[in-house]
């Protein structure tokens, strides 16, 4: 059997069914296992914590796909997860939406594996070794029991590097998707490239929060910044805003964030489009005195790992210091991070800190997460990475 020793004292978060084991961990490596291979993982004395999924060239040496040891990791095993994840969407989602994440990594027992779903199609992404074995399997029970006609892949995220991985793109199975994917959420239409966009094409996860910006924009004046393909900006037009303007500095997502406005059949004089740098913008906007109803803040990861930290902060500090003081008294800021490494204690305390220099007073409304297709494993906290905070400012 081919066996990863761990250091004596390193099993204590496998106990508890965290599902990665780092390197720093690992004693010995028994048998010469490949890239992907099953292995067992084993305590310093020998007792048996996990089988999963073993990765040479990354940190994140094993990803465990089971923790009971009369249960083998096998391709019944895969598709048995993958039935589960479309059970737990079915239950959730009893109104189907036409965008939904159907397999979200390790809360859905299938680490590295993220699969959306755009009307009939799915888009694959895989991550890890222990993800990239199974594609096969799993574009197949895509198409048997998930409602596609085709599975097309988008490997191309940056973090395949660190388990070196060559990026991988096209149809895995079945049908090959149209150049752009319609898909309607409330009265809003998007229009999802599933081969050029970010992600698998579109940001799915913010689908309460654009929801919750819709309820909160009627007869408002609203700023959408990191506007994208115009999530944001075409929710709050869907909940009756009186004008929106957008930023983004992605000449491409704004055109297509034109699409989406005119796709929904609202009116294009509706939104101002601003495209450049959202530090820039934002301190223009307030010099020439302009001032907003609703707030909308959703940057890009700005860190993408712990060490990145610090400089993060002072991002997301500026951004918020700028949109608050765009905001009228009374006003609402929604803002986002969706890095990891930011939890919800730092970002209040950094969204406390620019409200401090702005100088204003604030209220928190509500905590918002993403939506419930992205599922948090209990013993796996760290998938818990898009946060926000709906304040009122005072
Ligand atoms: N709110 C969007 C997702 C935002 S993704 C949605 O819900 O769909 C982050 C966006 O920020 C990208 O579109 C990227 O082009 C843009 N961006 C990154 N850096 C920027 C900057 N400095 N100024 C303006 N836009 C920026």
């Avoid at 890095?339 to 409304?365: E, F, H, T």
């Amino acid at each position: 059997m081919k066996r990863v020793v761990l250091k004596l004292g390193r099993d204590k978060s496998l106990r508890r069914r965290h599902p990665w084991v780092f390197s720093g961990a690992v004693a010995r490596v028994d048998g010469g296992p490949q890239p992907g291979e099953t292995v067992e993982v084993v305590a310093a004395d020998g007792a048996f914590l996990g089988r999963g999924a073993y990765s040479p060239r990354s940190q994140i040496r094993v990803r465990i796909l089971s923790f009971d040891p009369a249960v083998a990791v096998d391709e019944a095993l895969i598709a048995s997860r993958l039935q589960h994840a479309l059970a737990y969407r079915a239950r959730q989602f009893p109104v189907r939406p036409d965008g939904l994440r159907l397999v979200h990594g390790e809360a859905d027992g299938l680490p590295g594996v993220v699969v959306d779903r755009y009307g009939e199609f799915a888009v694959l992404q895989c991550t890890a070794t222990s993800a990239e074995r199974w594609r096969e399997v799993i574009a197949a029970g895509l198409i048997a029991h998930g409602g596609c006609r085709g599975v097309y892949e988008r490997s191309d995220a940056e973090v395949r590097e660190l388990e070196g991985l060559p990026a991988r793109c096209g149809v895995v199975r079945g049908a090959e998707p149209p150049p752009s994917i319609e898909i309607t959420e409330g009265a809003a239409r998007y229009r999802v490239d599933v081969r050029g966009g970010h992600k698998t094409g579109f940001y799915l996860d913010q689908r309460d929060n654009r929801a919750r910006l819709a309820t909160l924009a009627a007869g408002r004046e609203v700023l959408d910044v990191f506007a994208y393909t115009g999530g944001f900006t075409c929710a709050a037009l869907a909940g009756g805003a009186a004008g929106v303007t957008a930023i983004d500095s992605s000449h491409e997502a704004l055109a297509r964030a034109r699409d989406n406005v005119a796709a929904s059949g609202f009116a294009p004089g509706a939104v101002e489009w601003l495209e450049g740098d959202a530090f820039a913008l934002l301190r223009e906007l307030h010099a020439q005195g302009r001032r907003f109803d609703v707030v909308v803040l959703d940057p890009p990861k700005f860190a993408p790992t712990a060490k990145h930290v610090q400089r993060a902060a002072r991002a997301y500090k500026d951004v918020n210091l700028w949109a608050l003081r765009l905001l009228r008294e009374g006003g609402t800021l929604l803002s986002f991070s969706c890095s990891a490494a930011v939890d919800p204690a730092l970002l209040q305390s950094i969204v406390a800190g620019a409200a401090l220099d702005a100088p204003c007073a604030g209220r928190i409304g509500a905590w918002l997460h993403a939506a419930a297709d992205h599922p948090v494993a209990l013993n796996f906290p760290e998938a818990a990475y898009l946060k926000g905070l709906q304040l009122e400012r005072g």
